[in-house]
């Protein structure tokens, strides 16, 4: 079977990790390539149903854990979608707490899947706002243990993108790139809007071709990590919301 290329696009919560995943899905299966992701303990019911109906689209989960402590979860889910689609382009999402993605899923893969995938550099997306107050040591209003999570997500980057740059001027964007250059020397930057599309085709140009897939490994301090997570907690349920009619005229 033919070897299927591996995106992982992971960042910190509400970073716009899903709404990239979706709008990229889409151009590929456009091009006609066969699509699967991976998307880590969010519900199913978060896929939206239009793209589930096509056709070469497949999606797996991998519940309970980051992919980070979960490495067999993470490989029976490509298992799974290459079986079922023989896809062409994976693309996973980590949950918004999740990294040491470098060492923990790209080194294996590298090392003893690469016949199965060729894995991409880790993008990692990153809302500018946020970004912005991470670099100018406010913590981005998170708790220092979840900052230290930030950190690490973009110190282990073989990509930036910083998102949603339609809610910046150019003068704020040309700012913020100029910050996270000097402050991640090593990743590369692209500005882009996961919602609008404005500088995908760069970033998808690039992931599609390179292989400098993990090429920083950080030292990370599992206390602290574990604690960051913590911190975070998400919620996952489903609220229902009820109403009783009443008269406010009388
Ligand atoms: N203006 C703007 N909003 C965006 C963009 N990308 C994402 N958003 C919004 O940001 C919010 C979070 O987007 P998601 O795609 O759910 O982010 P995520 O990183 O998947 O979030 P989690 O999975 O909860 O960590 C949503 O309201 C999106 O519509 C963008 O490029 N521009
Ligand atoms: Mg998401």
Same mark, same amino acid.
């Given at each position: 079977?033919? +070897?299927?290329?591996?995106?992982? $696009? ?9 709404? @990239? ?11 006609? @390539? ?16 239009? @793209? ?13 854990? %980051?992919? %980070? %402590? ?27 707490? %999740? ?18 995938? +060729?894995? #991409? ?24 243990? $979840? ?21 910046? #001027? ?10 996270? $250059? ?10 882009? #809007? $996961? ?36 911190? @975070?907690?998400?919620?996952?349920? +489903? ?12």
């Amino acid at each position: 079977m033919k +070897t299927t290329r591996l995106i992982l $696009a992971g960042g910190f919560l509400g970073a716009g990790k899903t709404t @990239l995943l979706w709008n990229i899905a889409q151009k590929l299966m456009r091009k006609g @390539l066969r699509v699967g992701l991976i998307t880590n303990d969010q519900a199913p019911e978060l896929v939206d149903s239009a @793209l589930l109906s096509m056709n070469d689209l497949q999606v797996a989960e991998v519940s309970g854990s %980051c992919f %980070c %402590c979960n490495f067999n979860g993470f490989t029976d889910a490509i298992k799974k979608i290459r079986s079922e689609v023989a896809a062409d382009i994976i693309i996973a999402e980590p949950v918004g707490s %999740c990294t040491d993605l470098s060492a923990t899923i790209i080194q294996p893969l590298k090392q003893y899947w690469n016949r199965e995938v +060729t894995v #991409s550099p880790l993008s990692v997306l990153a809302d500018p706002f946020r970004l912005n107050s991470v670099l100018e040591g406010k913590n981005g209003g998170l708790h220092p243990d $979840a900052a230290y999570i930030y950190h690490k997500q973009l110190e282990e980057s073989d990509i930036i993108l910083i998102n949603k740059t339609d809610l910046l #001027s150019d003068e704020e964007l040309g700012k913020l790139i100029r910050h996270t $250059a000097e402050a991640y020397p090593s990743a590369k930057i692209y500005p882009v #809007s $996961a919602l609008s599309g404005k500088g995908l085709d760069e970033w998808l140009q690039e992931v599609t071709t390179s292989k400098n897939s993990g090429k920083r490994l950080i030292d990370v301090d599992y206390d602290i990590y574990a604690n960051g997570e913590a911190v @975070l907690g998400w919620l996952n349920g +489903t609220i229902i919301l009820d109403y009783h009619r009443f008269d406010l005229t009388g």
